[in-house]
């Protein structure tokens, strides 16, 4: 059975291999401790999924609670995708979120999925982390 927690209150470790073991690990600089521990520490919202004592899905957010939660990281271990607990950790994040609109960026493999669960898709930019605003 899967237990949902709320908090960024985790183990840096368990974080960093979920990531590694889900794909997201490829985009995110989990070789980087310290960047890896200023994310876990910025996010405002973090809804953490267990599998008994093992750390098996993360959604790390950022939130103003009323008018936008930008659902930065979603993470599940390859061994639990498909089960459901992406979906949970996205519902209890619009949940904790308040009224607030989830905004996120799809990695590449996850393109299709969004949609299917409720997402649409509109125009977005963004700004490559390093670079400047010319």
């Known amino acids: 059975m899967i237990e949902y927690r709320k908090g960024n209150d985790l183990d840096l470790d368990a974080v960093i291999d979920v990531y590694r073991d889900s794909g997201l690990g490829a985009r995110r600089p989990v070789d980087d401790r310290d960047t890896m521990k200023k994310m876990l520490d910025g996010a405002n919202l973090v809804i953490a999924a267990f599998d008994g004592d093992t750390l098996v899905g993360v959604a790390r957010s950022v939130t103003d ?9 979603l993470a599940v271990r390859r061994d639990y995708q498909r089960k459901g607990i992406g979906k949970e950790l996205m519902r209890r994040t619009q949940k904790a979120g308040g009224a607030a609109t989830v905004f996120l960026f799809a990695a590449p493999d996850a393109v299709d999925y969004y949609p299917h669960v409720g997402f649409t898709a509109g ?6 982390r390093m670079s400047r605003v010319r």
């Open 65 to 73: 609670h009323v008018f936008c939660t930008y659902l930065s990281d």
């Open 123 to 128: 125009s977005g930019w963004y700004l490559p």
